[in-house]
C-alpha cells in the first residue's frame, strides 16, 4: 500500500513537473519569437524609414536633375527675352589694373567768372542758382552811368560822321563846278576819315562793355541799360547777383561752370608712378550710380610727391552724360595697364554671381539648363576675371542675364521650402 502510494506520488511530481517545464519553455520561446517579431518589425519599420528617406533624396536628386531645385530651366526663347546671352569659356590676355581714389572736380577750363565790364547798379536779375544758360544769355542788367556817356559820345560821333559826308558831298559838287579850291575838298575827305574812325572806336568800346550796336537801333530815347551776359553755356553753380547792390569788374556776380566734361584728381602711389603716362585709359565710378562706368583719360601728371601719403597727383579727364558726375563726389578710379602677360581663362565680372557665401557661374551643356558652378578666381582687369578653377575652356555659360538666373533659382528654393 505505502509502495502504491509511493509510486503515484512520483508519477504525479513527474507530470507536474513535465508541465511546468514545458509551459516555462514555451513562454519564453513564445516571448521571445514575440520580441523578436516586434523588433524586427521595428526595425523593418526604421528601415522603411530610412528607405523613404533615401528615396527623398533620390527624389531631390531626380529634381535637381529636371532644374527646379539645383538649376534653372530656360528655353531659347524666354532667354532672348530677358536678355540671358551664353558663350563658349575661352583664354584671353588680361592687363593689369592699378586701383586709386579721387575727387571729382569742375572742368577748370570750363569755368567762367561772370562780372560786369563797368560799374554800375544791378537792376534786374535774369537767372539764379542750379539754371542752365546758354553762351551769350543776359544774367543781370545794371544802370550805369559809365554806359550812359559811351553811348552819347557814339551818338555823337555818328552825327559827326553824318555832318562830315554831307560837307564833303556838298564840297565835290563845288569843285565840279569850279567853285571851290581842290583843298577844300582834300579837307572834307580828312573830316570824313576822322569821324568813321571815332565812331568805330565808339562801337567797339560799348562792344567791349557787352552792349551790340544792333540792340541799339530805335533805342536812343531809351535809359541805357548794361546786360551781363554768360561768356560760355553751362550750369550756374555760384550766384551773387542781388538787385540794388553795386557791381564793378573786380566783383564776380555769377559762376558758371560747363559740366559736360569733368576733372577726376587721382592720388596715385609712389609705387606705380613708373607704370603711369599721359594719355592713359581710366575706368571711373561712384558711389551713386554703382552701376555706371565712365571712360576718361589721363591728361596731366604732377611733378611733386607728397610727403605725408607718398602719392602724386593725376588728372583724369571724363565726358559727363546727363551731369550725373558732381563735384566734390569721391570716385574709383581704375587704371587700364597693356595686356603683355600670357593668355587665361576669364569671364565678365557681371557674370559671376553670390550663392550661398560662394562665387558661382551658370554652366550650361545643352543650352536650356543651367547650373550653378562654384568657381575660383583671381585676378581682374579691364571688366574680365580671371577662372582658376571650377571652369574648362570651351564650356558654355551665362555671360550675360546671370543674375536673373540666380533670382530665378532663389525662387524655386523659397517655393519649395513654402511647399
Known amino acids: 500500500m505505502n509502495k502504491k502510494r509511493i509510486i503515484i506520488g512520483l508519477i504525479l511530481a513527474v507530470a507536474l513537473g513535465g508541465g511546468f517545464i514545458y509551459r516555462f519553455t514555451h513562454l519564453k520561446s513564445g516571448g521571445g519569437e514575440h520580441g523578436e517579431h516586434k523588433e524586427a518589425g521595428h526595425k523593418e519599420e526604421k528601415g522603411g524609414g530610412h528607405d523613404e528617406g533615401k528615396g527623398h533624396k533620390e527624389e531631390k536628386a531626380g529634381h535637381d536633375e529636371h532644374g527646379e531645385a539645383g538649376s534653372v530651366q530656360m528655353t531659347a526663347e524666354v532667354q532672348k527675352q530677358h536678355g540671358v546671352v551664353v558663350a563658349a569659356a575661352k583664354r584671353q590676355r588680361l592687363g593689369g589694373v592699378i586701383s586709386a581714389t579721387g575727387k571729382v572736380e569742375a572742368n577748370a577750363d570750363r569755368i567762367a567768372h561772370v562780372s560786369p565790364r563797368i560799374s554800375g547798379k544791378i537792376v534786374a536779375v535774369r537767372a539764379s542758382l542750379g539754371d542752365s544758360v546758354s553762351a551769350g544769355q543776359a544774367l543781370a542788367t545794371l544802370d550805369s552811368i559809365e554806359l550812359g556817356e559811351a553811348l552819347s559820345r557814339y551818338h555823337q560821333s555818328r552825327t559827326r560822321l553824318g555832318l562830315a559826308h554831307s560837307n564833303m558831298e556838298r564840297i565835290k559838287g563845288l569843285v565840279e563846278k569850279k567853285i571851290a579850291a581842290r583843298k577844300e575838298i582834300l579837307q572834307a575827305e580828312t573830316d570824313f576819315k576822322t569821324a568813321q574812325t571815332e565812331l568805330h572806336t565808339d562801337e567797339e568800346r560799348l562792344a567791349l562793355y557787352g552792349v551790340s550796336i544792333s540792340d541799339l537801333k530805335g533805342e536812343e530815347h531809351k535809359r541805357p541799360l548794361l546786360p551781363v551776359r554768360s561768356p560760355i553755356g553751362g550750369v550756374i553753380t555760384e550766384k551773387h547777383a542781388i538787385v540794388g547792390e553795386l557791381a564793378d569788374p573786380s566783383k564776380s556776380l555769377y559762376t558758371v561752370a560747363d559740366l559736360s566734361s569733368v576733372w577726376v584728381l587721382v592720388d596715385i602711389n609712389e609705387k606705380d608712378l613708373a607704370k603711369v603716362r599721359k594719355g592713359q585709359a581710366a575706368i571711373i565710378a561712384v558711389g551713386a550710380f554703382p552701376d555706371l562706368k565712365l571712360k576718361g583719360r589721363i591728361t596731366y601728371i604732377a611733378d611733386l610727391v607728397n610727403e605725408a601719403t607718398r602719392t602724386v597727383k593725376a588728372r583724369v579727364e571724363v565726358a559727363n552724360p546727363g ?20 593668355p587665361v581663362l576669364a569671364v565678365p565680372e557681371e557674370a559671376i554671381q553670390e550663392l550661398e557665401g560662394r562665387r558661382v557661374l551658370f554652366v550650361t551643356e545643352d543650352g536650356t539648363e543651367f547650373e550653378p558652378r562654384k568657381v575660383e578666381t583671381g585676378r581682374t582687369a579691364g571688366g574680365m576675371a580671371e577662372v582658376l578653377s571650377g571652369l574648362k575652356e570651351g564650356e558654355r555659360y551665362a555671360v550675360k542675364g546671370s543674375f536673373l538666373l540666380k533670382s530665378e ?3 524655386g528654393e523659397l517655393g519649395e521650402h513654402g511647399h
Open 323 to 342: 551731369r550725373k558726375l558732381k563735384p566734390e563726389m569721391f570716385a574709383s578710379v581704375e587704371l587700364a595697364l597693356p595686356a603683355d602677360s600670357s
Open 409 to 411: 533659382m532663389q525662387k
